[in-house]
């Protein structure tokens, strides 16, 4: 049972990974991959925005808090500034109540802890309004 996972290949869904940490990035994305999304990794918030500007755009980004040059809540600001509508999903180890909160306020759709699981993959996509037939 726990091997049974939704593929969403058909939906086409894109999602950009943005973690300075090659361990979650390798895992974020396996777990994308798994659900069958299309996704890139990104080292720091200045990469996120960089992409962005460079007119590629995606439906979700799991944004990490903490990282070098520009973190992830001056990331999620300037690409809410930029118009930029993708679904943002903050994934942190940091996860104190005042943290949290300045992270959802820069433009966050949704927010979870690290480690991330297939189900808290799951959970994210289904709050996000991704529809995941289970």
Do not use: W
């Amino acid at each position: 049972m726990a091997d049974e996972v939704p593929s969403l290949a058909e939906s086409k869904l894109t999602a950009l990974v943005v973690d300075d940490n090659f361990v979650n990035q390798t895992m974020h994305h396996k777990l994308l991959d798994r659900l069958g999304i299309q996704n890139d990794v990104v080292c720091n918030g200045q990469e996120a925005v960089d992409v962005h500007c460079s007119g590629r755009n995606y439906d979700l980004i799991l944004m990490d808090m903490e990282m070098p040059i520009l973190n992830g809540i001056q990331a999620t600001k300037r690409l809410r500034e930029m118009g930029i509508e993708s679904k943002i999903a903050g994934v942190t180890t940091r996860a104190n109540e005042g943290d949290k909160k300045e992270f959802m306020e820069a433009g966050l759709n949704d927010f979870q802890e690290k480690p991330l699981t297939i189900s808290k993959l799951l959970s994210i996509l289904h709050r996000l309004d991704f529809y995941v037939q289970t």
